[in-house]
């Protein structure tokens, strides 16, 4: 099935570092999301962006919403232990409830 | 207050078995969808289910059928399972609305032996 091209694949990163990373696609979305998995859990909802263009930050999260539809990116600054786990990108189209998620970046990160 | 909640959390199967997995939405959320993930990769969309009618289904062959009930929770069932249907399987649910998000459940561990 479709997916989105999420990268990078994996990250291993020391504590207090800054992280990004990106999503593409080749359909346009209206809406993007971030969630996180954490091993043996269901995703969970990090941020949801509803506007091309759009910026927004909740905490040490700052998620884009690009311009042409097309990408989204996430940004997670000063890394602490608790951010270890899968990050997912999800997109939605026009009158679909359906998401479609990318393959996922697992985060890992350094005490 | 609950969350969507999943049942059972671990199952193994037979191969040529069936398989029937429940989900509990947030209350107050009418729509239901049921995702399959396997190991190392994203989830993949199946079924969407509002007001007990079926809204959209992903690529996924004629084995896999679902429902849901009057109280807004669903079942998906698998018959004739193979071993590449062994996947963490997932429900979200999400209230009605111009922007709404889909919330998931901590998904059914599906092995098929």
């Known amino acids: ?111 | 207050d609950a969350g969507v909640t999943q049942s059972p959390t671990h199952l193994i199967k037979t191969r040529g078995q069936q398989v029937t997995l429940r989900c509990s939405p947030i209350s107050g959320h009418k729509s239901v969808s049921w995702y399959q993930q396997v190991l190392g990769q994203g989830p993949q969309f199946i079924f969407q289910y509002y007001e007990k009618e079926e809204r959209g289904r992903g690529n996924f062959p004629d084995r896999f059928s679902a429902r849901q009930f009057p109280n807004y929770s669903s079942e998906l069932n698998v018959n004739a399972l193979l071993l590449g249907d062994s996947a963490l399987y997932l429900c979200a649910s999400r209230s009605t609305g111009m922007n709404t998000e889909a919330f998931f459940g901590q998904g059914t561990r599906l092995t098929v032996v």
Request: hydrophobic residues 30%; charged residues 15%.
């Open chain 1, 1 to 111: 099935g479709q997916q989105l091209n999420q990268s990078p694949q994996s990250m291993f990163i020391q504590e207090g570092e800054d992280v990004s990373m990106n999503c593409t696609s080749s359909s346009i979305f209206n809406t993007w999301l971030w969630y996180k998995q954490d091993p043996g859990e269901g995703p969970v909802l990090l941020i949801a962006l509803y506007k091309a263009g759009e910026l927004t930050s909740n905490g040490r999260l700052t998620v884009q919403f690009g311009t042409t539809r097309k990408d989204s990116f996430l940004n997670i600054s000063a890394s602490i232990p608790s951010d270890v786990g899968i990050y997912f990108c999800a997109g939605q189209g026009t009158g679909r409830r359906a998401l479609t998620f990318g393959s996922g970046t697992r985060l890992q990160v350094q005490p």
